[in-house]
């Protein structure tokens, strides 16, 4: 009796640490192909003509349609730089710089990854369109109120991610990607 009550545990054990690890790749996965910088994430094998795994379980559960490796690079984030997730509540400020890029977008998207872009205002943020500082670093701001600069005006409730696509981009490739920075992502004043 004692063997099967050892065995059945030990099953349990196996199925939860299995499923733990599973979850973890899929949601988190730093550990298994994802880079975090800052509060960005990116697959940087998502595009690639054998990506690993992880990396594949990660497209199969997104059902999304990836870049090619050559084609681009996209980075996510759900938190601000603080770790707090983002608001629709909440304005926001981008601050630093981008990756070396030939072009990128910034949109901001629910959960169920639908623009969240006023109506009737551009979709997205273009690289060609940024007003830059006098150190040719960027600052926009996104959020629902009205902001001086570049801004990502946005309508809604509840939480969303901001979605950066670098377009013809070496970061992450080796070649220079040691010294690969992403704006950060500060919270401001929330209703």
Known sequence: ?????????????????????????????????AVQLGPWTTWPDAGAPAPNPYTRAN???????????SEGLQFVATTDSD????DLACSY?????????SFWTLVAVDEDWVNLAVSGTDAALRSSEIARQTDGSLRIHVGSR?????WLELSGSGGFSLVLTLYDTMALSGFGSSDTTMPAITREACQ
Do not use: H, K, W
Not at 18 to 28: I, N, Q, R, T
């Open 1 to 33: 009796m004692r063997f099967v009550l050892r065995l059945l545990i030990s099953i349990a054990l196996a199925l939860s640490v299995g499923f733990g690890l599973s979850y973890y790749a899929l949601s988190d996965g730093r550990l298994f192909g």
């Open 59 to 69: 497209i199969a559960r997104d059902a999304a349609l990836q870049l090619g490796r």
């Open 83 to 86: 770790g707090e997730a983002l």
């Open 93 to 101: 400020r981008l601050d630093g710089r981008v990756p070396v890029s």
């Open 146 to 150: 009205l902001q001086t600069g570049n």
